[in-house]
């Protein structure tokens, strides 16, 4: 606080003052040189010093910002490309085997996903369809809920459900995204499984993993 005749002024006072007065130290040179502020890295820094550091920081904040828009942009262009194969050769399949496989080739290939399940009921073996051949009364507790409930579940993936829906790969899954298929009748569960626990989380968008499976839903009942 500083004491001005009879008038007490407060810090707050003079940062009042400069900022209905941005333009006060325009005419006040002599007075800048001779301000000096505290700076982490250095003894004492010139006002005009530390403002020019902290255009620089702000400029490569503003850098930093632009280059994760235009990757991040870059990205969802790429994801709906493949979004549009994905759904274009889905469309164009004439069995429910080829399908499946299309569904497999796509995920691995074009998405990158570590481990993707489908599981079906009570449809007739075939050696030609790559998927867990299961009855829902088999499944666990869990899944079941999860079908009844109709909703989609991303996260921690237990033991039990590991290993009904990933078999030989169920000790490797640390985190999964889980889709009930069907309408009205469930006829199966799309998985998809990573290695990392932080891939799938709580939090994650299952909004195109949801749109998939109401592809597949489509499919699988036209052929079953």
């Known amino acids: 606080m500083i004491t001005f ?21 325009l005419h006040q040179d002599n007075l800048l040189q001779d301000l000096l502020l505290t700076h982490t890295s250095t003894s004492a820094i010139s006002l005009i010093e530390r403002q020019v550091a902290l255009l620089r920081t702000k400029n490569a904040e503003i850098k930093n910002s632009l280059v994760e828009l235009t990757r991040n942009a870059k990205q969802n262009e790429q994801f709906f490309d493949n979004s549009r194969k994905l759904t274009l050769a889905l469309l164009k399949t004439s069995t429910l085997s080829d399908a499946i496989d299309a569904l497999l080739y796509n995920f691995n290939e074009e998405f990158q996903i570590e481990y993707t399940s489908i599981s079906l009921f009570d449809i007739k073996p075939n050696p ?97």
């Open 128 to 224: 030609t369809l790559q998927a867990n051949l299961l009855t829902f009364s088999a499944i666990p507790s869990s899944l079941q809920t999860l079908i009844k409930n109709n909703r989609i579940q991303c996260g921690a993936c237990d033991k039990a459900q590991a290993e009904s829906l990933f078999n030989q790969d169920a000790n490797s899954i640390s985190s999964a995204a889980i889709a009930p298929l069907g309408y009205g009748k469930p006829v199966g569960l799309l998985a998809i499984g990573s290695k990392d626990k932080n891939t799938y989380t709580e939090d994650k968008d299952v909004m195109f993993l949801s749109y998939i499976a109401d592809i597949l839903s489509l499919i699988i009942n036209q052929h079953t």
């Open 5 to 25: 005749g009879k008038k007490k002024i407060t810090e707050k006072d003079v940062v009042k003052f400069l900022q209905n007065n941005p333009d006060f130290f």
